[in-house]
């Protein structure tokens, strides 16, 4: 069994090598690969097929060949397959494959005004937080950002409000003393984690159940989806809903693909990317709720509601230094304070 064991990682190893090689053969070609005389689109991403993301991916793929299936086929690689995040970043960059959905913290080493994505308690609700997201016209001064780096943000996925989870109970900022968290590899997330006392340890999320379950790390930080859809609830057992971060994912395009399509091709890509975040975010909200019943009846996750503002407190300085260190995410942060104040304005009158 050992040895049948040991065949079958090889063989794994073997075909996304072999898949890598034969990737990076066509971006250096510039013909990509054709199916008679379609042209093959390839997106990468590392959720399940069961995620909101791939649903709205699969929606994405719906419209582009309902519009140009005499052109294009769009095929869709889930759970890591071409490579995890930072890799298939590289690989879009390159034009080896199309389109990858990643956390902005994998595009902070880009343009670094996606690093405010990583600052402690930037929303204060999920209203403002959707609200910027879904102001466009801003939203692109940022997309753009990326243009110097070969690739450019199509649109935004909700992935939702990120809290700890780990193997011991995480009830107040101190429980996280001395615990080994995994955080996504960026700077700020590191510098957050260590100012509750824990050890940032950035690693892929691909790696995060065998990290847990070896006991390389304590706990991670994300959504309740990870806890199912990665069976992180498996070997984590407490989610504290401390709520520190609304980190969104992006779908990321080729430039040189995007710039190489007529008037009429981009509009259809640009309108499916904005089909597939309404897709997504239907699916979200159904499926966090149902994650968290698996996670508590079948997996025995125990969920805590603990003091926000006490973890607050604690990484709330936070802000000022890296306003201070990062000139770009000047006015990106006020333009969300503004956001922040209108959004509790409204709220306060309607439950007035």
């Known amino acids: 069994m050992r040895n049948m064991s ?29 199916s008679g005389r379609k042209r093959i689109v390839r997106i990468s991403h590392a959720q399940s097929e069961t995620h909101p993301e791939h649903l709205g991916l699969l929606a994405f793929k719906e419209y582009v060949e309902d519009n140009l299936g005499d052109r294009y086929e769009v095929q869709i690689f889930p759970n890591e397959i071409l490579g995890a995040a930072q890799r298939a970043i590289e690989l879009t960059q390159t034009g080896a494959i199309d389109f990858v959905v990643a956390g902005t913290a994998n595009l902070e080493t880009f343009a670094s005004v996606y690093e405010i994505f990583s600052m402690p308690y930037l929303f204060d609700s999920v209203e403002a937080y959707h609200e910027t997201m879904m102001d466009t016209d801003y939203m692109e001064q940022i997309y753009e950002s990326t243009d110097e780096a070969g690739f450019r943000v199509m649109t935004w996925y909700n992935a939702g409000t990120r809290s700890f989870y780990a193997k011991t109970p995480i009830e107040t900022p101190d429980d996280l003393k001395g615990k080994k968290i995994r955080v996504q590899q960026s700077p700020a997330s590191v510098a957050m984690t260590q100012a509750f006392g824990a050890a940032a340890s950035p690693m892929s999320f691909g790696e995060v159940y065998t990290a847990i379950q070896q006991g390389v790390i304590d706990g991670a930080e994300n959504n309740e989806l990870a806890l199912t859809n990665n069976k992180h609830g498996e070997v984590a057992k407490y989610y504290a809903y401390n709520n520190h971060q609304m980190v969104p994912d992006m779908l990321i395009a080729n430039l040189k693909f995007l710039e190489g399509l007529s008037d009429e091709e981009r509009k259809i890509f640009t309108d499916a990317a904005r ?65 922040n104040k209108e959004s509790g304005q409204e709220k306060g009158e309607d439950e007035s």
Not at 294 to 311: C, K, L, N, Y
């Open 275 to 339: 089909i597939s975040t309404e897709v997504e975010m239907e699916n979200w909200d159904e499926q966090v709720a149902e994650a968290k019943r698996i996670a508590e009846e079948d997996m025995g996750v125990q969920f805590s509601e603990v003091d926000v503002e006490a973890f607050k407190e604690k990484v709330l300085p936070l802000h000022e230094q890296m306003l201070e260190e990062n000139p770009k995410i000047r006015d990106f942060y006020s333009h969300i304070q503004e956001v």
């Open 6 to 34: 040991r065949m079958k990682r090889w063989l794994s190893a073997a075909l996304c090598i072999c898949m890598a090689l034969g990737l990076a053969g066509c971006a250096s070609s510039g013909a990509g690969t054709v």
